[in-house]
């Protein structure tokens, strides 16, 4: 397929290569710029991070000092979920979103709920790809999917006669 090889080239292409801050467009740029940028940020404040909402305000103002001015006017998030978490929460939100989603990840694989565990897999690595939590879209998907899963892990291991 002819789209997939132009993407693969535009990974091994945009990874190796040094970018100009103008040239920043492709998506492969955009979240390497933007991971490096929370990064950045985030070892300014990583122990109570910015507070609830500001991480987007703060991403915004220094993609603008770093002279990243598609990123600035896209107004891109983090574009990780973790980080995403870092950069609100500090540490304490980031080990409370690990925790929860390793731990339930471990239990569901112990309790052999292979279903529950190929979902948490899942959103586990989209989570490293995407601020999946930032939408409403994706709080409602996480939360109505994981409900279900969890439920039917709960039923299996504390409901079973």
């Known amino acids: 397929?002819?789209?997939?090889?132009?993407?693969?080239?535009?990974?091994?292409?945009?990874?190796?290569?040094?970018?100009?801050?103008?040239?920043?467009?492709?998506?492969?740029?955009?979240?390497?710029?933007?991971?490096?940028?929370?990064?950045?940020?985030?070892k300014e404040k990583?122990?109570?991070?910015?507070g609830t909402g500001l991480s987007?305000?703060?991403l915004q103002e220094q993609y603008k000092k770093d002279g990243y001015d598609y990123m600035y006017k896209k107004n891109y998030n983090s574009h990780n979920q973790y980080l995403q978490v870092l950069l609100d929460h500090g540490i304490f939100g980031f080990l409370i979103l690990a925790f929860f989603t390793f731990?339930?990840?471990?239990?569901?694989?112990?309790?052999?709920?292979?279903?529950y565990a190929l979902f948490l897999a899942i959103m586990i690595l989209n989570f490293m790809t995407e601020s999946v939590l930032e939408t409403q879209s994706g709080v409602i998907f996480f939360a109505f999917?994981?409900?279900?899963?969890?439920?039917?892990?709960?039923?299996?291991?504390?409901?079973?006669?």
Request: hydrophobic fraction near 40%; proline fraction near 0%.
């Open 1 to 42: 397929n002819e789209t997939i090889q132009n993407r693969f080239r535009e990974i091994i292409t945009n990874t190796f290569e040094k970018d100009e801050k103008k040239k920043v467009r492709s998506s492969t740029l955009v979240r390497k710029k933007t991971w490096s940028t929370s990064l950045k940020l985030v």
């Open 46 to 50: 990583w122990i109570t991070g910015y």
């Open 56 to 58: 987007k305000k703060v």
């Open 103 to 115: 731990g339930m990840l471990y239990a569901s694989l112990k309790q052999k709920d292979f279903i």
């Open 145 to 161: 999917f994981n409900t279900i899963f969890f439920f039917q892990w709960f039923n299996k291991k504390y409901l079973a006669t």
